[in-house]
């Protein structure tokens, strides 16, 4: 999981891509990266951490041009310790590319073989998306006939790319002396939007980013979301154009978007993540209610922050008291996306604090949003109970997570997985917890596409079923030999 935002625009875009980072920082925090275009000059600074931490002012006076992208990076493929992986990537012909990147490309193994050998094309990280920027510049050099580039050539590159390359991509490129170009997978798994605004001169000025809320904080219209399988390609005056480049595309969005990844305030594939969380939280009222007595729960709590909209209707539904018994310390980064087990073991007590006047003799229903490892549920549950607590039921507003996620979430290893293997009162008892209850995957699934023309979501963490029909036994076994290794 990424973040993502190219602009073109009539004014310098320096501080528009740094302040969209800032609102996009949720979906990545190891590295971050900004890109700009002044004619056919790059200007690109790199850097490990927070984008507070990333960018000095003598950096965003030598990031010069009307043009330009930037990145967060929450790290799924490739050395999360190494400046070298992180985004954007660029290669130097055909013009000069430059590229960002959100999602996980599952053939990894194949484009490697195939870039090397048949392409001639060096690739010096470990990450995928250098190896997704070679085969756009590849499939790009090939359509080139003329002097001068086309929308007709950069469209059919784009097609080429969609039949070569597998997995998740949501994509952001410039190519230089020519324009912004970006496209989505042809499942539309990984969310891509694009916003339009007029200067008083009356001149277009664009955006594409991962979520609404950059595109309306930076005062753009939202146009509409970047179909799957198309390319839009905006040239340096502003003219915008747009082609479908796959062949069989079918919007199958990423159901962990709306569980955990994304700020509540966005609508993606015409979804508010904050209703969705809503209805979440109806639905899983109706399944505590189906599974213990309601006489049983003094208090219904959330892990701030993800899991609050879903709480506040569990406890409105069940006609119990909602209460805050979690302090967070927001300036700990997300747990979900510490890079190490242990680091991830050492913040969670740093992040969140009980306080016991909430806690003492009651019995407490605990709403999360999801648990996938357990290690955060886990000394939750010993925190309230630390703080005196008579009983703790937890609960997840997703259904359990029982196998690895390939699309751009670090949910690698089956072995990881608290719920792998596990029967739900088995899980409990990893926990500690009194009882456990989880979202059902059907209720989850109508909880987000209700009210839309929505008819498939990428389940594949719950139920194990991969959308790009790609995805083997053997392929999961490699990649849990090489994320452990």
Known sequence: MCGIVG???????????????????????????????????FHMIRSRGQVREGFRTRDM????????????RYTTKGAAEREEEAQPFYVNAPYGIVLVHNGNLTNTRELSSEL?????????????????????????QSQITGLELDPDQVFAAVEAVHQRVEGSYAVISM??????????????????????????????????????????????????????????????????????????????????????????DSVMNGISVYEARLRMGNRLADTVATHMP????????????????????????????????????????RTFIMPGQAERKRSVRQKLNAMGTEFKGKNILIVDDSIVRGTTSQQIVQMARDAGANKVTFTSAAPPVRYPHVYGINMPSRQELIAHGRKIPEIAAELGADHMI???????????????????????????????????PEYLDWVERTQLS
């Open 294 to 333: 309601l006489g049983d729960i003094d208090v219904v709590m959330p892990i701030p922050d993800s899991s609050r909209p879903a709480a506040m209707q569990v406890a409105q539904k069940l006609g119990i008291e909602y209460r805050e018994g979690f302090y967070k310390n927001r300036y700990v980064g």
């Open 7 to 41: 602009i073109v625009s009539t004014e310098p875009v320096n501080q528009q891509i740094y302040d969209s980072l800032l609102l996009l920082q949720h979906r990545g925090q190891d590295s971050t990266g900004i890109a700009t275009a002044d004619g056919p000059v």
């Open 175 to 264: 190519i230089a002396g020519y324009g912004l170009l970006a496209f989505r997978d042809p499942f539309g798994i990984r969310p891509l939007i694009l916003g339009r605004r007029l200067t008083e001169a009356g001149k277009e000025e664009w955006i594409v980013a991962s979520e609404s809320l950059v595109l309306e904080n930076g005062d753009y219209e939202i146009v509409r979301d970047v179909e799957p399988g198309e390319a839009i390609f905006i040239a340096l005056d502003g003219t915008m154009v747009s082609r479908q480049c796959a062949k069989n595309p079918r919007l199958v969005p990423c159901s962990f978007e709306y569980v955990y990844l994304a700020r509540p």
């Open 61 to 72: 006076r030598s990031l010069i041009g009307n043009m330009g992208l930037g990145h967060v």
């Open 116 to 140: 090397f050998s048949i392409d001639r094309r060096h690739v010096n990280s470990t990450s995928d998306t250098e190896m997704l920027l070679n085969v756009l510049a590849t499939e790009l």
């Open 438 to 472: 989880f979202q059902e995957v059907a209720d989850l699934q109508a909880a987000i596409t209700e009210g839309t023309s929505i008819t498939e979501l990428d389940l594949s963490c719950f139920t194990g079923e991969y959308v790009t029909g790609t995805v083997t």
